[in-house]
């Protein structure tokens, strides 16, 4: 019981291609996460600016991450500073 505009709009209905880049770019931070679980998302930005030779913003990465619900690991050294009293 819906239109018959809206069917056949939905069958003629195909992925964008910035879609379709960004199910590739999913995939591929996934992959070069697993292989690096310390890296965050401007080295990981970088190594696909370097890999890819494509233009691509830091925060897109950012973005991929949240979506996919990974971030690195980072562990820092914590120092006993001496405290006044």
């Known amino acids: 019981r819906i239109p018959s505009s809206t069917y056949y709009d ?7 291609s910035r879609n379709r880049r960004r199910i590739k770019l999913k995939e591929l ?3 070069l996460w697993q292989r690096r679980k310390f890296y ?10 370097k890999l890819l030779k494509c ?3 830091d925060r897109t ?3 991929v991450m949240r979506e996919l619900g990974i971030q690195s690991t980072m562990y820092r050294k914590r120092s006993k500073k001496p405290t006044t009293t």
């Open 10 to 16: 939905w069958l003629k209905w195909h992925p964008k």
């Open 29 to 31: 931070v996934q992959v």
């Open 40 to 49: 965050g998302y401007v080295q990981i930005a970088k190594r696909i600016r």
């Open 55 to 57: 233009r691509l913003s």
């Open 61 to 63: 990465i950012w973005k």
